[in-house]
């Protein structure tokens, strides 16, 4: 009896061993290798070389054209405010407090709208050109300029900015070169002060009494034209209605 256990156990010892050989050899087994990468060539190297050349010369290119629209922003914008602070300051030494009032607003609402316009430099521009005018008595030409701003590509915020310049501007001029008009004071000072606010349903009544009953150069009677033309179409023709009208009447009264 004692025989058999020894043997069923030398048996199952055997068996135990084995296994535990067979377990060892599988989990020693290695992994299959990974497939080893081509070498580097010369080309290969060459082509690297060029592509990290490129990258560092488009990321300069890029620092180089940056720094230069901030640049350009930069100097149109000093060139707005010194034109700005030229008229406003040439203006100081004048009698007319409404004309010196005129040109302080209308420096404000330049700068709000250069400053929107950001790197525009179109406009930017167009806008630095209408103050030069402005400032060497350019007004027909100025008011002109002042009036493309308007039809340039722009936000909505930026077209009503330039609409606020273009009517400072139309006040401004028109009180420089209206406002010694003899028998006119009042019809003056409400044409201006509704150009100023940008009402040109308001500034018709006076506007074509200055037309039919003043009398005007050439000059005056262009500038009348070039800054009313855009927002009050057809006044001159309601003026002229209206002058006939008068003309009429002193028949009958005669």
Not at 221 to 232: H, P
Request: with cysteine.
């Amino acid at each position: 009896m004692k025989s058999k256990m020894t043997v069923s156990l030398a048996v199952l010892s055997g068996v135990l061993i084995a296994g535990c050989g067979d377990s060892s050899k599988e989990a020693t087994t290695p992994a299959p290798a990974s497939p080893t990468p081509p070498p580097t060539t010369a080309a290969d190297e060459i082509k690297k070389t060029a592509t990290d050349v490129a990258k560092e010369v488009s990321a300069e290119a890029k620092k180089q054209a940056t720094e230069a629209a901030a640049q350009v922003q930069k100097q149109a914008t000093a060139a707005y405010q010194n034109l700005s602070s030229q008229l406003t300051s040439g203006l100081q030494s004048s009698s007319d407090s409404l004309l010196k009032n005129i040109s302080t607003d209308l420096g404000t609402r330049v700068a709000k709208l250069g400053d929107s316009l950001q790197s525009n430099e179109v406009v930017k521009t167009q806008l630095n050109s209408a103050m030069e005018s402005l400032l060497g008595k350019k007004d027909s030409e100025a008011v002109g300029t002042f009036g493309k701003l308007t039809d340039s590509k722009l936000t909505p915020e930026q077209t009503t900015l330039a609409k606020d310049v273009y009517n400072a501007a139309a006040a401004l001029v028109t009180q420089r070169n209206f406002s010694g008009l003899e028998g006119m004071n009042s019809e003056v000072s409400g044409l201006v002060n509704s150009v100023w606010k940008g009402n040109y349903t308001e500034a018709l009544p006076p506007l074509q009494k200055i037309w039919t009953k003043a009398t005007l150069t050439d000059s005056q009677k262009n500038l009348l034209g070039t800054t009313f033309d855009k927002y009050a179409p057809g006044w001159r023709d309601n003026a002229a209605k209206l002058q006939q009208g008068t003309d009429l009447l002193k028949k009958f009264t005669k």
